[in-house]
Nanobody
Framework: HVQLVESGGGSVQVGGSLRLSCAAS????????MGWFREAPGKEREGVAA???????SYADSVKGRFTISQDNAKNTLYLQMNSLKPEDTAVYYC???????WGQGTQVTVS
């Protein structure tokens, strides 16, 4: 069955960095657009970054220049490198292959 498992979240100081990983299994990973989303307390889930099957990327304005999405198709793994973290980046981060309705369980990122 399709499974997405995030890792790499944690607590970090303002200005710090974290790298999130998302291990995918149960489907042909390289065929689908993948994305990172986040949900902060009291706010709606929002898209953070996406990478298409051709490697093209897109970012929310709030993270442009600070976050980088990438993937390793050989490992079926999606990454999100987060630099210059701000308190407003605090949220639960999810990876997803939305076109097939697949979501991970989420990983908490706290910036203080």
């Amino acid at each position: 069955h399709v499974q997405l498992v995030e890792s790499g979240g944690g607590s970090v100081q303002v200005g710090g960095s974290l790298r999130l990983s998302c291990a995918a299994s149960g489907y042909t990973y390289s065929r689908y657009c993948m994305g990172w989303f986040r949900e902060a307390p009291g706010k709606e889930r929002e898209g953070v970054a996406a990478i298409d099957s051709d490697g093209s990327t897109s970012y929310a304005d709030s993270v442009k220049g600070r976050f980088t999405i990438s993937q390793d198709n050989a490992k079926n793994t999606l990454y999100l490198q987060m630099n210059s973290l701000k308190p407003e980046d605090t949220a639960v981060y999810y990876c997803a292959a939305r076109s097939i309705g697949a979501w991970g369980q989420g990983t908490q990122v706290t910036v203080s």
